[in-house]
């Protein structure tokens, strides 16, 4: 099985390829890990091009774009390999299955309601995102605008216009938090679902001493030292999901897929390991996906304990 990331060098995809690895071993398979050169579908159709001209039985792949890989992987399956997706969704067309880490609503709910916790129910809050095709992100953030249009209570929180994309790279990410400061002087809160962006702005608003907090999707050992209620830590709190269980959950499908115990339709079932019994259902594209589970917070409480893990 090739598993592809979005871009190498983030810890995100490097802990999920870890336990995705550790589980098709188990199990005696294999797994090689490729990263494109650059957080681009470009960079990752010639990956996949070098990956079908192999002999694979699957590539589970996290989607720089939603659209722009299709080609590519429709090539793909229409070699005999199975295509499954983590992290970021291909369109429906280019997947036979979607691993979502947490549903798309919820996380953008959580997203929405810690902008209006932190921010105090009103004022400017900006968003610092990955690339501007990323899939999973903009997914997000879609579903985040559909949340905060739907209920009065976020009337009096207002956007600043510009979303900004840091390209999950740490000093693109820093630079435009640098920006943000600089171009929205009220700016209350900056939500960043990226955990690239995340830990770059964290550490950019608490060297600055900004009153400008922080939220959004980060890994807890790269937030830690962020992480507090007072004035000396940029982040009151923040989300991700169950690492360990994206990887294993991601393996655990796409080898169904390969021995043929499902082929990604909705409805079909199957056992993923000791994390037990999983149903494919619909994703909101159409698509079909399997969701891990809930979004998980991490507390000035409980940072420590699972940055030990993540
Ligand atoms: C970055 C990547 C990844 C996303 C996390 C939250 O590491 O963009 O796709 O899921 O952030």
Redesign the pocket.
Known sequence: IALV??AAG????EIAAKSFQETVEAEGGEVQVVYPET?TADAQIKVLDNLISQDFDAICI?ANDVNALQAKLEEAMDEGIKVSSF??APNKDSREIFVN?AGTKEVAQALMDAVLDISGGEGQFAILS??SQ?A??NAWIDAMKTIMEGDDKYSKLETCRTLVYGD?EPQKSTDQTAALLQNYKDLKVICA??????AAAAKYLQDNESACKLT????PSEMQEYTGDDDAHSCPYFY?WDMEGLGKLSAYATMALVKGDITGAEDETFTAGDMGEFTITKADDEGTEIVLGEPLQFTPDNVADYAKLY
């Open positions: 990331g979005k983030n810890a995100f995809f957080a996290s992290d970021s880490q990955a690339t990323s999973n992100q999950d679902p990226t955990t690239v962006g995340i959004g999707l980060g890994l991700l």
